[in-house]
């Protein structure tokens, strides 16, 4: 089993930064990836980035640029820096774990974090 503890989240203006931190506790010898999604009201939860056990990313298109996911496999943890926030990024951001423990994949969640970006 995975904990997902994330943090990070604020009121920002209009293209200020943001870094947001998910800590992974447990049995994280098991986890293939993190992902960071985000969900804002009445829309349905998107993939914003992912990053594997082996290093490789990928983002949606509306992060390409803004946003960088990294990992530290020390603590473990990963991240999500985002750059030049807009209001349009205002969302509730949760990270995803992918995880396989004796040959059975399973996913687990962490609890959000909102992110506001307003004037």
């Known amino acids: 089993q995975v904990q997902l503890v994330e943090s990070g989240g604020a009121l920002v203006q209009p293209g200020g930064s943001l870094r947001l931190s998910c800590v992974a506790s447990?049995?994280?010898?098991?986890?293939?990836?993190i992902a960071w999604h985000r969900q804002s009201p009445g829309k349905e939860r998107e993939l914003v980035a992912r990053?594997?056990?082996?290093?490789?990313?990928s983002y949606a298109d509306f992060a390409k640029g803004r946003f960088t996911i990294s990992k530290d496999d020390a603590k473990p943890a990963v991240y999500l820096q985002m750059s030049n926030l807009q209001p349009e990024d205002t969302a509730v951001y949760y990270c995803?774990?992918?995880?396989?423990?004796?040959?059975?994949?399973?996913?687990?969640w962490g609890q959000g974090t909102q992110v506001t970006v307003s004037s």
């Open positions: 995803h774990a992918e995880c396989v423990e004796w040959g059975v994949q399973y996913d687990y």
């Open positions: 447990g049995s994280t010898n098991g986890v293939t990836a």
């Open positions: 990053i594997t056990s082996a290093g490789f990313t």
